[in-house]
T-cell receptor, first 111, second 115 residues
Framework: GDSVTQMEGPVTLSEEAFLTINCTYTATGYPSLFWYVQYPGEGLQLLLKATKADDKGSNKGFEATYRKETTSFHLEKGSVQVSDSAVYFCALIPGYSTLTFGKGTMLLVSP | GAGVSQSPSNKVTEKGKDVELRCDPISGHTALYWYRQSLGQGLEFLIYFQGNSAPDKSGLPSDRFSAERTGGSVSTLTIQRTQQEDSAVYLC?????????????FGPGTRLTVT
């Protein structure tokens, strides 16, 4: 079946450090890929998405590129802020189905 | 505009009682989803409604769980004879449908605690 694998956290960084959160997937066909973010005490928010190979999703300084050859969708940000501290979920939809989520990666950014 | 709303925000119930959780999707969204978020299992899909089609119930963990969507809008998730392992945050999401990008927008969730 479809699955998403994320790096385990927590990821602990200092402010202005470079962030990478790895995400790889297994799916039939050509899924759409998403990153969702959950800030402390809040609900899930869509951060960015990509719907086909080589697409780059971006939002709020975060980027992720849909790599079909490596079945990956790694999340990156050049300079993290304390306010980026949250749990990040990689997810996919294989067409007309529902979201399959990774287990989430907690990011902690210190001043 | 208004986002997805859920009620109650918190629910504490005794083992064996029935509970109902409510979701109001974004106006105009034809698809509605229920997920469960728990420490041990992460985010799990429960059930999916798309327009007037029969719902996809493949994620419901047992026959104690059911959901309905009235008038293509509001949805209620019912858990009968609750068990302690049902304790989790229940999330509702809505979207314009799989053929229109399928971006799902989530509500704040209902935290269910079964004592």
């Amino acid at each position: 079946g479809d699955s998403v694998t994320q790096m385990e956290g927590p990821v602990t960084l200092s402010e202005e450090a470079f962030l990478t959160i790895n995400c790889t997937y297994t799916a039939t066909g050509y899924p759409s890929l998403f990153w969702y973010v959950q800030y402390p005490g809040e609900g899930l928010q869509l951060l960015l998405k990509a719907t086909k190979a080589d697409d780059k999703g971006s939002n709020k300084g975060f980027e992720a590129t849909y790599r079909k050859e490596t079945t990956s969708f790694h999340l990156e940000k050049g300079s993290v802020q304390v306010s980026d501290s949250a749990v990040y979920f990689c997810a996919l939809i294989p067409g007309y189905s529902t979201l399959t989520f990774g287990k989430g990666t907690m990011l902690l950014v210190s001043p | 505009g208004a986002g997805v709303s859920q009620s109650p925000s918190n629910k504490v119930t005794e083992k064996g009682k029935d509970v109902e959780l409510r979701c109001d999707p974004i106006s105009g969204h034809t698809a509605l989803y229920w997920y469960r978020q728990s420490l041990g299992q992460g985010l799990e899909f429960l059930i999916y409604f798309q327009g007037n089609s029969a719902p996809d119930k493949s994620g419901l963990p047992s026959d104690r769980f059911s959901a309905e969507r009235t008038g293509g809008s509001v949805s209620t998730l019912t858990i009968q004879r609750t068990q302690q392992e049902d304790s989790a945050v229940y999330l509702c999401a809505s979207s314009l449908g799989w053929d229109r990008g399928n971006e799902q927008y989530f509500g704040p969730g209902t935290r269910l605690t079964v004592t």
